[in-house]
T-cell receptor, first 117, second 114 residues
Framework: AQKVTQAQTEISVVEKEDVTLDCVYE???????LFWYKQPPSGELVFLIR??????QNEISGRYSWNFQKSTSSFNFTITASQVVDSAVYFC??????????????FGQGTILTVHP | KAGVTQTPRYLIKTRGQQVTLSCSPI?????VSWYQQTPGQGLQFLFE???????NKGNFPGRFSGRQFSNSRSEMNVSTLELGDSALYLC?????????????FGPGTRLTVL
């Protein structure tokens, strides 16, 4: 079975601060995929990034960056110079390869990020 | 390209009734997954359909069912509603050829059971 843990339930920062959202995952599968989604107040989950288990290269996209470390089973997400528009719930998710896993994402409990002006 | 659409956006039902929710995936996507989101349990996978066949199912009672049509549109049905079924129901679509594919979510249907 797969499990995703986001230990931070809520984070509150002031605009322009950097913030890191933690994600730890568990799986016995050797091929798996990790995702981050953002859920603004409107409710729709917005895809941010995907990583596969064979690619530990970190990625930067504008103010967003992701740090994937297989040794610690972590896939952390950093927002640099946060903005009020970043306020949302952020979910880390995991899927594994294989026929019994089609269409299934296992989500963490989410981290509520509030950025104050 | 139009995104994933879900109808209705809000529903209020009473215990014992049944409800049908609809999801139209992104054009060309053949996989539709359904999730239930509640404050207590978070996001939980219900089931997934691909080319009109259920390929995967989560740990929900048989009151929760679904189907997919030849145009990839999907419906989910909940019979004999219980108070605990109050939730945001999200559907997501993907090309469906691999579990590698990211899923694109609709805005959800907010179901309230009284």
């Amino acid at each position: 079975a797969q499990k995703v843990t986001q230990a931070q339930t809520e984070i509150s920062v002031v605009e322009k601060e950097d913030v890191t959202l933690d994600c730890v995952y568990e799986t016995r599968d050797t091929t798996y995929y990790l995702f981050w989604y953002k859920q603004p107040p409107s409710g729709e989950l917005v895809f941010l990034i995907r990583r596969n288990s064979f690619d530990e290269q970190n990625e930067i996209s504008g103010r967003y960056s992701w740090n994937f470390q297989k040794s610690t089973s972590s896939f952390n997400f950093t927002i640099t110079a946060s903005q009020v528009v970043d306020s949302a719930v952020y979910f880390c998710a995991l899927s594994v390869a294989g026929g019994t896993s089609y269409g299934k994402l296992t989500f963490g409990q989410g981290t509520i990020l509030t950025v104050h002006p | 390209k139009a995104g994933v659409t879900q109808t209705p956006r809000y529903l209020i039902k009473t215990r014992g009734q049944q409800v049908t929710l609809s999801c139209s995936p992104i054009s060309g996507h053949r996989s539709v997954s359904w999730y239930q989101q509640t404050p207590g349990q978070g996001l939980q996978f219900l089931f997934e359909y691909f080319s009109e066949t259920q390929r995967n199912k989560g740990n929900f009672p048989g009151r929760f069912s679904g189907r997919q049509f030849s145009n990839s549109r999907s419906e989910m049905n909940v019979s004999t509603l219980e108070l605990g079924d109050s939730a945001l129901y999200l559907c997501a679509s993907s090309p469906g050829l691999s579990t590698y594919n990211e899923q694109f979510f609709g805005p959800g249907t907010r179901l309230t059971v009284l």
